[in-house]
T-cell receptor, first 113, second 114 residues
Framework: NAGVMQNPRHLVRRRGQEARLRCSPMKGHSHVYWYRQLPEEGLKFMVYLQKENIIDESGMPKERFSAEFPKEGPSILRIQQVVRGDSAAYFC???????????FGDGTRLSIL | DQQVKQNSPSLSVQEGRISILNCDYTNSMFDYFLWYKKYPAEGPTFLISISSIKDKNEDGRFTVFLNKSAKHLSLHIVPSQPGDSAVYFCAASNYGGSQGNLIFGKGTKLSVKP
């Protein structure tokens, strides 16, 4: 039973480029969450999605960041015109329901040159 | 304003002894609490959770205690093993308010010495 799959594991971008992070939830999980972790910090919530719907995006910056979870395929976190401050580990989690434990992928480490 | 606090950045215990990791929270609306373990370069791994209607939940070597009046929870690991060495995160949520997001503490690094 595969866990939450994130790719790529490492992503290097130059300032101004776009970054696309992918997340395939565990089988049977329809709730997807994205978190960001800065060095020496805990994980910070960004966005919560169910199939084709954004449920809560209160933790996501209003500009340059977007997320989707289409009917078919993985969830995508997109960061446009990246800046140095976007360098972080981005984790995706999934759960079968709102009140069920979230299970995390191994993250994408984004580095901005 | 940090709603979930883990005031000890690190903890060192001897193999076989008890490890106690602490977590405090400020938001009385939190009704579900979780502990995760994280190794470097990996994602957090779910360990154990507790609903606010309980004050204790046990799973093997792991026990979580919740004191709602003090807004405090703790994770007990007994006996501790060297493989338990990792960073432990406490997380909280308000599921009753349909809040799907978890609020994490900054973590406590546990070192279990053989």
């Amino acid at each position: 039973n595969a866990g939450v799959m994130q790719n790529p594991r490492h992503l290097v971008r130059r300032r101004g480029q776009e970054a696309r992070l992918r997340c395939s939830p565990m089988k049977g999980h329809s709730h997807v969450y994205w978190y960001r972790q800065l060095p020496e910090e805990g994980l910070k919530f960004m966005v919560y999605l169910q199939k084709e719907n954004i449920i809560d995006e209160s933790g996501m910056p209003k500009e340059r960041f977007s997320a989707e979870f289409p009917k078919e395929g993985p969830s995508i976190l997109r960061i446009q015109q990246v800046v140095r401050g976007d360098s972080a580990a981005y984790f995706c989690a999934s759960s079968p329901g709102l009140d069920q434990p979230q299970h995390f992928g191994d993250g994408t480490r984004l580095s901005i040159l | 304003d940090q709603q979930v606090k883990q005031n000890s950045p690190s903890l060192s215990v001897q193999e076989g002894r008890i490890s106690i990791l602490n977590c405090d929270y400020t938001n009385s609306m939190f009704d579900y609490f979780l502990w995760y373990k994280k190794y470097p370069a990996e994602g957090p791994t779910f360990l154990i959770s507790i609903s606010s209607i309980k004050d204790k939940n046990e799973d093997g070597r792991f026990t979580v205690f919740l004191n709602k009046s003090a807004k405090h929870l703790s994770l007990h690991i007994v006996p501790s093993q060297p493989g338990d060495s990792a960073v432990y995160f406490c997380a909280a949520s308000n599921y009753g308010g349909s809040q799907g997001n978890l609020i994490f503490g900054k973590g406590t690094k546990l070192s279990v010495k053989p």
